[in-house]
T-cell receptor, first 113, second 114 residues
Framework: GENVEQHPSTLSVQEGDSAVIKCTYS??????FPWYKQELGKGPQLIID?????GEKKDQRIAVTLNKTAKHFSLHITETQPEDSAVYFC????????????FGKGTKLSVKP | DVKVTQSSRYLVKRTGEKVFLECVQD?????MFWYRQDPGLGLRLIYF???????EKGDIPEGYSVSREKKERFSLILESASTNQTSMYLC?????????????FGEGSWLTVV
């Protein structure tokens, strides 16, 4: 079955710097890769996703890139702000299948003012 | 806005007690899920359901059962709570039967078993 590995487990950056979180997946059939953000005391919330027919997707300060050959995808946050501090989870699945999302173990991002 | 409501945010139970965690969603979603979240282990799927009275085992179903008598409600049951079930439990829902749709999470239930 699918296995998703996420690195780093913790990340600390200065406000205004960029942050990058990387995930690798094992099943080459996976083609849907969402990212979830979990703020303290709340449930995870979808922030961006990418499907394997595109290599990059942007939404304001957030971007996700996908390298299908290497089977890895990354979350990029530019101009980080204190409110970006949270735990971020990557996930993978096969679109249109009955398979469930497989989550990475999470990255705790701290943005220092 | 989609709302997934977990009725109990914080619970303390004794070893051997039967524990019910209740979850309700208000968006008429077909799919409902129960995850367990532990530090360093991420989100692990316990059980899920694609329809009323239907359930499927996830990755870590041992020691748990579920009930879905109504479409909007999905309950997680710990028949005999043990200390290794101390954790944060997340309920979630999504529309459609197939992967690719956004999963909406509740705010979590912190369970401590003593």
């Amino acid at each position: 079955g699918e296995n998703v590995e996420q690195h780093p487990s913790t990340l600390s950056v200065q406000e205004g710097d960029s942050a990058v979180i990387k995930c690798t997946y094992s099943d080459s059939a996976s083609n849907y890769f969402p990212w979830y953000k979990q703020e303290l005391g709340k449930g995870p919330q979808l922030i961006i996703d990418i499907r394997s027919n595109v290599g990059e997707k942007k939404d304001q300060r957030i971007a996700v890139t996908l390298n299908k050959t290497a089977k890895h995808f990354s979350l990029h946050i530019t101009e980080t702000q204190p409110e970006d501090s949270a735990v971020y989870f990557c996930a993978a699945s096969i679109l249109g299948s009955q398979g469930n999302l497989i989550f990475g173990k999470g990255t705790k991002l701290s943005v220092k003012p | 806005d989609v709302k997934v409501t977990q009725s109990s945010r914080y619970l303390v139970k004794r070893t051997g007690e039967k524990v019910f965690l209740e979850c309700v969603q208000d968006m008429d979603h077909e799919n409902m899920f129960w995850y367990r979240q532990d530090p360093g282990l991420g989100l692990r799927l316990i059980y899920f359901s694609y329809d009323v009275k239907m359930k499927e085992k996830g990755d870590i179903p041992e020691g748990y059962s579920v009930s879905r008598e109504k479409k909007e409600r999905f309950s997680l049951i710990l028949e005999s709570a043990s200390t290794n079930q101390t954790s944060m439990y997340l309920c979630a829902s999504s529309t459609g039967r197939f992967s690719g749709n956004t999963i909406y999470f509740g705010e979590g239930s912190w369970l401590t078993v003593v």
